[in-house]
Protein backbone atom coordinates (compact mmCIF):
# COMPACT_ATOMS: atom_id res chain seq x y z
CA UNK A 1 0.00 0.00 0.00
CA UNK A 2 1.36 3.27 -1.20
CA UNK A 3 2.74 5.69 1.97
CA UNK A 4 0.38 8.66 2.21
CA UNK A 5 1.82 12.04 2.98
CA UNK A 6 0.26 12.18 6.14
CA UNK A 7 2.19 9.15 6.92
CA UNK A 8 5.45 10.60 6.14
CA UNK A 9 6.69 12.74 9.69
CA UNK A 10 8.80 15.86 9.41
CA UNK A 11 12.42 15.25 10.16
CA UNK A 12 14.27 15.79 14.11
CA UNK A 13 16.79 18.00 12.13
CA UNK A 14 16.66 21.10 9.71
CA UNK A 15 17.94 19.86 6.09
CA UNK A 16 19.23 23.25 4.46
CA UNK A 17 20.40 21.56 1.58
CA UNK A 18 17.06 20.33 0.84
CA UNK A 19 15.71 23.71 1.86
CA UNK A 20 18.33 25.53 -0.14
CA UNK A 21 17.68 23.31 -3.37
CA UNK A 22 13.62 24.32 -3.45
CA UNK A 23 14.80 27.66 -2.77
CA UNK A 24 17.03 27.94 -6.23
CA UNK A 25 14.22 26.39 -8.06
CA UNK A 26 11.99 28.65 -6.69
CA UNK A 27 13.86 31.26 -7.90
CA UNK A 28 14.48 29.79 -11.24
CA UNK A 29 10.36 29.28 -11.10
CA UNK A 30 9.50 32.78 -9.62
CA UNK A 31 12.21 34.34 -12.34
CA UNK A 32 10.85 33.07 -15.71
CA UNK A 33 6.79 33.93 -13.83
CA UNK A 34 8.03 37.59 -13.68
CA UNK A 35 8.95 37.46 -17.02
CA UNK A 36 5.26 37.91 -18.40
CA UNK A 37 5.02 41.05 -15.83
CA UNK A 38 8.39 42.38 -16.93
CA UNK A 39 7.19 42.16 -20.29
CA UNK A 40 4.22 44.12 -19.77
CA UNK A 41 5.68 47.60 -21.10
CA UNK A 42 7.34 45.89 -23.99
CA UNK A 43 3.44 43.89 -24.85
CA UNK A 44 1.12 47.37 -24.68
CA UNK A 45 3.78 49.39 -26.85
CA UNK A 46 4.30 46.42 -29.55
CA UNK A 47 0.79 44.68 -29.37
CA UNK A 48 -1.06 47.85 -28.56
CA UNK A 49 -2.87 46.45 -25.71
CA UNK A 50 -4.87 48.38 -23.28
CA UNK A 51 -4.49 47.85 -19.53
CA UNK A 52 -7.80 45.70 -19.31
CA UNK A 53 -5.56 43.16 -21.61
CA UNK A 54 -2.87 43.66 -19.46
CA UNK A 55 -5.35 42.26 -16.70
CA UNK A 56 -5.79 39.74 -18.28
CA UNK A 57 -2.34 38.33 -19.13
CA UNK A 58 -1.66 38.08 -15.41
CA UNK A 59 -5.38 37.01 -14.29
CA UNK A 60 -5.15 33.72 -16.99
CA UNK A 61 -1.67 32.90 -15.19
CA UNK A 62 -3.03 33.33 -11.89
CA UNK A 63 -6.56 31.86 -11.98
CA UNK A 64 -4.77 28.58 -13.52
CA UNK A 65 -2.62 27.76 -10.41
CA UNK A 66 -4.95 29.20 -8.28
CA UNK A 67 -7.22 26.51 -9.66
CA UNK A 68 -5.07 23.41 -9.72
CA UNK A 69 -2.74 24.21 -6.57
CA UNK A 70 -5.56 23.06 -3.99
CA UNK A 71 -6.33 20.16 -5.90
CA UNK A 72 -2.99 19.32 -6.76
CA UNK A 73 -2.32 19.67 -2.76
CA UNK A 74 -5.03 17.52 -1.52
CA UNK A 75 -4.39 15.10 -3.81
CA UNK A 76 -1.01 14.89 -3.04
CA UNK A 77 -1.62 14.68 0.55
CA UNK A 78 -3.29 10.49 -0.09
CA UNK A 79 -0.98 10.34 -3.27
CA UNK A 80 2.02 11.62 -3.37
CA UNK A 81 4.41 11.69 -6.32
CA UNK A 82 7.74 12.75 -5.36
CA UNK A 83 8.30 13.08 -9.19
CA UNK A 84 5.78 15.82 -9.95
CA UNK A 85 8.40 18.34 -8.85
CA UNK A 86 10.32 17.87 -12.01
CA UNK A 87 7.46 17.50 -14.34
CA UNK A 88 5.97 20.85 -13.44
CA UNK A 89 8.58 22.85 -14.07
CA UNK A 90 8.54 21.24 -17.57
CA UNK A 91 4.93 22.75 -18.24
CA UNK A 92 6.69 26.14 -17.06
CA UNK A 93 9.43 25.43 -19.85
CA UNK A 94 6.92 25.37 -22.63
CA UNK A 95 5.18 28.13 -21.57
CA UNK A 96 8.42 30.21 -21.47
CA UNK A 97 9.11 29.11 -25.42
CA UNK A 98 5.17 29.62 -26.69
CA UNK A 99 5.49 32.96 -24.90
CA UNK A 100 9.06 33.81 -26.53
CA UNK A 101 7.44 33.55 -29.52
CA UNK A 102 3.41 34.54 -29.35
CA UNK A 103 2.48 36.92 -31.79
CA UNK A 104 -0.54 37.68 -30.44
CA UNK A 105 -2.49 38.58 -27.53
CA UNK A 106 -4.47 35.12 -27.36
CA UNK A 107 -1.01 33.07 -27.96
CA UNK A 108 0.04 34.93 -25.36
CA UNK A 109 -2.62 33.57 -23.25
CA UNK A 110 -2.46 30.37 -23.98
CA UNK A 111 1.42 30.17 -22.94
CA UNK A 112 0.87 31.79 -19.57
CA UNK A 113 -1.75 29.11 -18.98
CA UNK A 114 1.22 26.78 -19.10
CA UNK A 115 3.54 28.44 -16.80
CA UNK A 116 0.86 28.59 -14.44
CA UNK A 117 -0.05 24.81 -14.69
CA UNK A 118 3.74 24.49 -13.86
CA UNK A 119 3.57 26.86 -10.62
CA UNK A 120 0.27 25.42 -9.76
CA UNK A 121 2.23 21.50 -9.57
CA UNK A 122 5.44 23.38 -7.65
CA UNK A 123 3.96 25.64 -4.70
CA UNK A 124 2.25 23.53 -2.93
CA UNK A 125 4.46 19.99 -3.31
CA UNK A 126 7.87 22.42 -2.81
CA UNK A 127 5.74 23.95 0.15
CA UNK A 128 5.04 20.29 1.16
CA UNK A 129 9.34 19.68 1.30
CA UNK A 130 10.18 22.12 3.30
CA UNK A 131 7.67 21.19 6.20
CA UNK A 132 8.72 17.54 6.40
CA UNK A 133 12.35 19.56 6.01
CA UNK A 134 11.97 22.19 8.34
CA UNK A 135 12.88 19.88 11.95
CA UNK A 136 11.98 22.62 14.56
CA UNK A 137 12.44 25.51 12.32
CA UNK A 138 9.06 25.97 10.55
CA UNK A 139 9.03 30.07 10.65
CA UNK A 140 12.92 29.66 8.81
CA UNK A 141 12.14 26.31 6.83
CA UNK A 142 9.51 28.31 4.68
CA UNK A 143 10.50 31.84 4.71
CA UNK A 144 14.11 29.80 2.77
CA UNK A 145 11.86 28.31 0.51
CA UNK A 146 9.68 31.71 0.16
CA UNK A 147 12.74 34.34 -0.06
CA UNK A 148 13.68 32.46 -3.48
CA UNK A 149 10.63 32.72 -4.85
CA UNK A 150 10.80 36.71 -3.50
CA UNK A 151 14.29 36.97 -5.01
CA UNK A 152 13.27 35.45 -8.63
CA UNK A 153 10.41 37.71 -8.27
CA UNK A 154 12.24 41.24 -8.01
CA UNK A 155 14.60 40.16 -10.83
CA UNK A 156 11.73 40.78 -13.47
CA UNK A 157 12.40 44.46 -13.62
CA UNK A 158 15.98 44.14 -14.46
CA UNK A 159 14.98 42.10 -17.09
CA UNK A 160 12.91 44.43 -18.84
CA UNK A 161 15.77 47.13 -18.34
CA UNK A 162 18.66 44.71 -19.31
CA UNK A 163 17.30 42.50 -21.57
CA UNK A 164 14.03 42.82 -22.82
CA UNK A 165 14.34 46.64 -23.53
CA UNK A 166 16.84 45.84 -26.10
CA UNK A 167 15.87 42.42 -26.93
CA UNK A 168 12.21 42.24 -27.06
CA UNK A 169 9.59 39.23 -26.31
CA UNK A 170 12.30 36.76 -28.49
CA UNK A 171 14.34 37.54 -25.37
CA UNK A 172 12.15 35.30 -23.22
CA UNK A 173 14.00 31.97 -24.70
CA UNK A 174 16.98 32.62 -23.16
CA UNK A 175 15.06 31.41 -19.66
CA UNK A 176 14.67 28.04 -21.11
CA UNK A 177 17.99 27.22 -19.86
CA UNK A 178 16.76 28.27 -16.44
CA UNK A 179 13.76 26.04 -16.60
CA UNK A 180 16.13 23.18 -17.44
CA UNK A 181 18.38 23.93 -14.65
CA UNK A 182 15.10 24.17 -12.10
CA UNK A 183 14.35 20.18 -14.05
CA UNK A 184 17.75 19.12 -12.96
CA UNK A 185 17.33 20.29 -9.10
CA UNK A 186 13.70 19.02 -8.72
CA UNK A 187 14.81 15.54 -10.14
CA UNK A 188 17.33 15.58 -6.62
CA UNK A 189 14.62 16.52 -4.39
CA UNK A 190 12.27 14.20 -5.39
CA UNK A 191 14.34 11.54 -4.91
CA UNK A 192 14.76 13.06 -1.12
CA UNK A 193 11.41 13.23 -1.07
CA UNK A 194 10.58 9.56 -1.87
CA UNK A 195 13.06 8.35 0.54
CA UNK A 196 11.34 10.54 3.27
CA UNK A 197 7.88 8.71 1.76
CA UNK A 198 9.59 5.26 1.91
CA UNK A 199 11.03 5.96 6.11
CA UNK A 200 9.33 4.46 9.07
CA UNK A 201 7.87 7.08 11.14
CA UNK A 202 9.71 7.43 14.81
CA UNK A 203 7.50 5.71 17.21
CA UNK A 204 8.06 8.78 19.68
CA UNK A 205 4.40 9.75 20.95
CA UNK A 206 5.55 13.36 21.29
CA UNK A 207 5.36 13.48 17.45
CA UNK A 208 7.89 15.33 15.05
CA UNK A 209 10.99 17.90 16.35
CA UNK A 210 9.36 21.30 17.00
CA UNK A 211 5.34 20.68 16.16
CA UNK A 212 3.13 22.81 17.05
CA UNK A 213 -0.74 22.30 17.89
CA UNK A 214 -3.08 24.70 18.15
CA UNK A 215 -5.56 23.38 20.80
CA UNK A 216 -8.93 25.11 18.78
CA UNK A 217 -12.63 24.76 18.75
CA UNK A 218 -13.79 23.91 15.21
CA UNK A 219 -15.75 27.81 15.21
CA UNK A 220 -12.29 28.79 16.34
CA UNK A 221 -10.10 27.32 13.64
CA UNK A 222 -12.74 27.81 10.79
CA UNK A 223 -12.79 32.46 12.30
CA UNK A 224 -9.08 32.04 11.80
CA UNK A 225 -9.01 30.04 8.48
CA UNK A 226 -11.51 33.26 7.40
CA UNK A 227 -9.16 35.98 8.71
CA UNK A 228 -6.16 34.36 7.01
CA UNK A 229 -7.77 34.86 3.66
CA UNK A 230 -8.83 38.49 4.40
CA UNK A 231 -5.46 39.18 5.06
CA UNK A 232 -4.00 37.52 1.86
CA UNK A 233 -6.82 39.42 0.20
CA UNK A 234 -5.08 42.50 1.47
CA UNK A 235 -1.83 41.49 0.68
CA UNK A 236 -1.78 40.39 -2.62
CA UNK A 237 -4.40 42.89 -4.64
CA UNK A 238 -1.78 45.36 -2.97
CA UNK A 239 1.03 43.56 -4.42
CA UNK A 240 -0.82 43.45 -7.59
CA UNK A 241 -1.09 47.03 -7.59
CA UNK A 242 2.32 47.23 -7.46
CA UNK A 243 3.84 44.99 -9.93
CA UNK A 244 1.38 45.52 -12.18
CA UNK A 245 0.72 49.09 -12.57
CA UNK A 246 3.07 51.00 -10.35
CA UNK A 247 5.67 51.50 -13.21
CA UNK A 248 2.87 52.41 -15.11
CA UNK A 249 2.65 55.19 -12.48
CA UNK A 250 5.62 55.95 -12.79
CA UNK A 251 6.04 56.59 -16.17
CA UNK A 252 2.94 58.54 -16.44
CA UNK A 253 3.35 60.56 -13.35
CA UNK A 254 7.06 61.09 -13.23
CA UNK A 255 7.80 60.88 -16.82
CA UNK A 256 10.83 58.36 -15.63
CA UNK A 257 11.78 56.09 -18.80
CA UNK A 258 11.04 52.23 -18.66
CA UNK A 259 13.76 51.36 -17.83
CA UNK A 260 14.10 53.80 -15.03
CA UNK A 261 10.79 53.29 -13.87
CA UNK A 262 11.45 49.22 -13.40
CA UNK A 263 14.58 49.56 -11.20
CA UNK A 264 11.91 51.52 -8.73
CA UNK A 265 9.80 47.83 -9.18
CA UNK A 266 13.01 46.22 -8.13
CA UNK A 267 13.42 48.30 -5.14
CA UNK A 268 9.94 47.03 -4.29
CA UNK A 269 10.51 43.26 -5.01
CA UNK A 270 13.85 43.48 -3.81
CA UNK A 271 13.22 44.70 -0.48
CA UNK A 272 10.06 42.41 -0.45
CA UNK A 273 12.29 39.44 -0.44
CA UNK A 274 14.60 40.57 2.12
CA UNK A 275 11.12 41.21 4.42
CA UNK A 276 10.13 37.36 3.71
CA UNK A 277 13.70 36.27 4.96
CA UNK A 278 13.52 38.22 8.19
CA UNK A 279 9.69 37.05 8.54
CA UNK A 280 9.77 33.35 9.74
CA UNK A 281 12.47 33.11 11.88
CA UNK A 282 11.12 36.33 13.50
CA UNK A 283 7.33 34.72 13.89
CA UNK A 284 9.32 31.22 15.51
CA UNK A 285 10.71 33.61 17.90
CA UNK A 286 7.69 35.80 18.72
CA UNK A 287 4.63 34.47 17.47
CA UNK A 288 3.19 34.22 14.13
CA UNK A 289 0.01 36.14 15.21
CA UNK A 290 2.45 39.13 16.04
CA UNK A 291 4.53 38.69 13.25
CA UNK A 292 1.29 38.85 10.59
CA UNK A 293 -0.21 41.38 12.50
CA UNK A 294 2.91 43.90 12.42
CA UNK A 295 3.40 42.38 8.74
CA UNK A 296 0.29 44.02 6.96
CA UNK A 297 -0.89 46.54 9.73
CA UNK A 298 2.44 47.75 9.44
CA UNK A 299 2.42 48.53 5.72
CA UNK A 300 -0.42 51.06 5.94
CA UNK A 301 1.59 54.39 7.11
CA UNK A 302 3.60 53.60 3.76
CA UNK A 303 1.64 52.48 1.37
CA UNK A 304 -1.02 55.65 2.28
CA UNK A 305 1.87 58.25 1.78
CA UNK A 306 3.18 56.61 -1.83
CA UNK A 307 0.63 58.45 -4.24
CA UNK A 308 1.45 61.87 -2.56
CA UNK A 309 5.29 61.46 -2.23
CA UNK A 310 7.40 62.42 -4.94
CA UNK A 311 9.91 60.52 -7.14
CA UNK A 312 12.46 60.37 -4.48
CA UNK A 313 9.99 59.21 -1.59
CA UNK A 314 8.50 57.38 -4.24
CA UNK A 315 10.93 54.96 -3.94
CA UNK A 316 11.67 54.84 -0.48
CA UNK A 317 8.44 54.31 0.43
CA UNK A 318 7.52 51.58 -1.85
CA UNK A 319 11.02 49.59 -0.52
CA UNK A 320 9.55 50.16 2.97
CA UNK A 321 6.20 48.66 2.02
CA UNK A 322 7.57 45.67 0.19
CA UNK A 323 9.73 44.87 3.52
CA UNK A 324 6.99 45.05 5.82
CA UNK A 325 4.59 43.72 4.08
CA UNK A 326 6.13 40.42 2.67
CA UNK A 327 7.77 38.88 5.75
CA UNK A 328 3.46 37.75 6.26
CA UNK A 329 2.95 35.07 4.13
CA UNK A 330 5.13 32.35 4.74
CA UNK A 331 4.07 33.17 8.21
CA UNK A 332 0.62 32.95 7.48
CA UNK A 333 1.09 29.39 5.26
CA UNK A 334 2.70 27.86 8.73
CA UNK A 335 0.15 29.21 10.80
CA UNK A 336 -2.71 27.50 8.63
CA UNK A 337 -0.83 24.17 8.73
CA UNK A 338 -0.30 24.10 12.94
CA UNK A 339 -4.47 25.16 12.51
CA UNK A 340 -5.36 22.17 10.07
CA UNK A 341 -2.26 19.25 10.87
CA UNK A 342 -2.32 16.09 8.71
CA UNK A 343 -3.21 18.51 5.62
CA UNK A 344 0.02 20.40 4.89
CA UNK A 345 -0.48 19.61 0.20
CA UNK A 346 -3.85 21.21 0.93
CA UNK A 347 -3.28 23.91 2.89
CA UNK A 348 -0.06 25.03 1.27
CA UNK A 349 -2.34 24.58 -2.46
CA UNK A 350 -5.26 26.68 -1.33
CA UNK A 351 -3.59 29.53 0.27
CA UNK A 352 -0.33 29.64 -2.64
CA UNK A 353 -3.75 29.04 -4.87
CA UNK A 354 -5.75 31.79 -3.24
CA UNK A 355 -2.48 34.23 -3.31
CA UNK A 356 -1.85 33.70 -7.52
CA UNK A 357 -5.99 33.86 -7.66
CA UNK A 358 -6.50 37.13 -5.75
CA UNK A 359 -3.74 38.60 -7.49
CA UNK A 360 -4.94 37.19 -11.05
CA UNK A 361 -8.19 38.60 -10.32
CA UNK A 362 -6.74 42.14 -8.44
CA UNK A 363 -5.04 42.73 -12.04
CA UNK A 364 -8.29 42.70 -14.18
CA UNK A 365 -10.17 44.23 -11.66
CA UNK A 366 -7.42 47.15 -11.40
CA UNK A 367 -6.73 47.12 -15.02
CA UNK A 368 -10.72 47.94 -15.99
CA UNK A 369 -10.19 50.91 -13.08
CA UNK A 370 -7.41 52.22 -14.64
CA UNK A 371 -8.82 52.50 -18.02
CA UNK A 372 -12.50 53.99 -16.82
CA UNK A 373 -10.01 56.65 -14.03
CA UNK A 374 -6.52 56.85 -14.19
CA UNK A 375 -3.34 54.81 -13.11
CA UNK A 376 -2.78 57.08 -9.95
CA UNK A 377 -6.65 56.57 -8.94
CA UNK A 378 -5.44 52.61 -8.79
CA UNK A 379 -2.35 53.84 -6.80
CA UNK A 380 -5.10 55.96 -4.04
CA UNK A 381 -7.82 53.51 -3.94
CA UNK A 382 -4.97 50.09 -3.47
CA UNK A 383 -3.45 52.48 -0.42
CA UNK A 384 -5.64 51.19 2.33
CA UNK A 385 -6.24 47.86 1.62
CA UNK A 386 -3.04 47.19 4.18
CA UNK A 387 -5.37 48.34 6.87
CA UNK A 388 -7.16 45.06 6.78
CA UNK A 389 -4.01 43.76 8.77
CA UNK A 390 -5.91 44.84 11.93
CA UNK A 391 -8.12 41.63 11.77
CA UNK A 392 -5.20 39.83 12.66
CA UNK A 393 -5.67 40.47 16.59
CA UNK A 394 -8.94 38.84 16.35
CA UNK A 395 -6.40 35.26 15.20
CA UNK A 396 -6.09 33.00 18.12
CA UNK A 397 -2.30 32.97 19.99
CA UNK A 398 0.23 30.57 19.18
CA UNK A 399 2.14 31.56 21.83
CA UNK A 400 2.27 32.51 25.68
CA UNK A 401 3.09 35.93 25.76
Known sequence: MARTANQAAPVSKTVFPILFAISIVHLLNDTMQSTVSALFPILKESLSLSYSQIGWIAFAMNITASILQPIIGSYADIRPRPYILPAGVVFTLAGIVSLAMAPNFTTILLAVILMGIGSAIFHPESSRVAYLAAGGKRGLAQSIFQVGGNIGSSLGPIMTAVLFVPLGQFGVIWFAFAALAGIAIQYYVAGWYKQMQAAPRP??????????????????????????????????????????FFSFYLIDGFGVTVEH?????????????????????????YGRRNMIWLSIFGTAPF????????????????????????????????????????????????????????????????????????IAYIMKLCAYLPLLGVLAVFLPKDRKD
Open 303 to 374: SIMLPYADLFWSCILVACAGFVLSSAFSIIVVYAQELLPGNVGLVSGLFFGLAFGLGGLGSVVLGWIADATS
Open 261 to 285: AQLFLFAFLFAAAAGTFFGGPLADR
Open 203 to 244: SSKRGAAGERKLQLSQFQIVSAIIILVFLVFSKYVYMSSITS
